[in-house]
């Protein structure tokens, strides 16, 4: 199991289908919590301009647009997001994979809706290709605890580190005092 730190400079944050309808369809989570820790990991990568990568699936059909929040909050990543056709995993959607690739970065830290479809399959891939990823579950959801739960233990087995936003916050501070510290203690918040 992985115990160093994730260097900020080796990291990325990958978020996938945080999309309006989507999220209207998860019931494993609160899912205003979920957008809340969506929102979080937005605001970790602008704080520490770490690089980030949005994708959708299928945005004129019922799965609907990003969160408004996430092109306020990212406006360049926003538009430069990959919209996927439907394609389940987005490591086979080429655009997305060569945007992960480009990132030159092996460490990830992923979050998307639903975490049983969407999340898992790239994931699993990701691990595959040699990254050293992390899964936010507090900013992921599923239809159902019971599918949202088998996922995160699927991912883990294959090697995924599952974990929270407030627990990367903490990982990427590392000292409260530090710069980065500094950037990140007002995205920690328990209000």
């Not at 400079?9 to 998860?26: K, S, Y």
């Not at 909050?73 to 997305?96: D, S, T, W, Y």
């Amino acid at each position: 199991m992985h115990t160093k730190a994730f260097n900020p400079e080796n990291a990325a944050i990958l978020l996938i289908d945080h999309q309006v309808g989507t999220m209207a369809w998860t019931h494993s989570h609160d899912i205003n919590l979920v957008k809340q820790n969506a929102i979080k990991l937005a605001k970790i990568a602008k704080a520490l301009n770490l690089p980030v990568i949005l994708t959708s699936s299928m945005e004129d059909q019922v799965q609907g647009p990003l969160i408004p929040e996430l092109q306020e909050i990212l406006p360049e990543a926003f538009e430069a997001r990959i919209k996927r056709p439907g394609i389940v995993n987005a490591m086979h959607h080429e655009g997305f994979n060569e945007a992960v690739k480009a990132l030159g970065r092996k460490k990830l830290f992923v979050a998307g809706v639903t975490t049983e479809i969407c999340v898992t399959f790239p994931v699993l891939q990701m691990l595959d290709e040699g990254y050293e990823v992390q899964v936010s579950a507090d900013a992921s959801a599923s239809y159902t605890q019971y599918g949202d739960n088998l996922a995160l233990e699927r991912m883990r087995q294959a090697g995924a580190i599952i974990t929270t936003v407030d627990q990367i916050i903490s990982e990427l501070a590392i000292d409260w005092t530090s710069p980065n510290g500094g950037k990140l203690v007002g995205i920690l918040n328990y209000h």
